[in-house]
């Protein structure tokens, strides 16, 4: 972590310029968290929270990627052991469908796997949020 509160860990292209992903320290982060926009020098740049949620894209479960993934191929429309391509079956979310099937919970299931208004992806980011040292 450098003296002004911040360390860069990288950047890449995006559709309205480049982005860059830092890490600050809590004391920076309270500082800015509640800012849309940072000046910089004389650039005035966008400002927002990034959490990498990890999904495998193989069994589209959380937390791993699809190079460590020890599970079946699964379609992320319907949720079975084939793949995606061409799938006419219902829509289901195989990880609410998980989640209720365990845990007696009343997810809605009519989603596809890797929908970001899914409920586990949002438990997932809540997750990510409670490791997170924010300095309160």
């Given at each position: 972590m450098t003296s002004e509160g911040f360390e860069v860990f990288t950047s890449f292209q995006g559709k309205q310029g480049k982005n860059w992903i830092i890490q600050l320290n809590p004391d920076a982060y309270q500082r800015i968290k509640d800012r849309d926009r940072l000046n910089i020098g004389w650039t005035r740049l966008k400002f927002k929270e990034y959490l990498r949620v990890m999904q495998c894209y193989k069994c589209y479960r959380y937390g791993h990627i699809r190079e460590?993934?020890?599970?079946?191929?699964?379609c992320v429309r319907c949720g079975e052991g084939h793949r995606s391509t061409n799938c006419e079956k219902d829509i289901k979310c195989r990880n609410c469908g998980f989640h209720n099937s365990i845990f007696a919970t009343k997810f809605k299931t009519d989603h596809v796997a890797n929908d970001i208004n899914c409920k586990i992806r949002s438990k997932e980011i809540e997750f990510l949020q409670s490791q997170i040292d924010y300095g309160q």
């Open positions: 460590r993934c020890r599970n079946d191929e699964s």
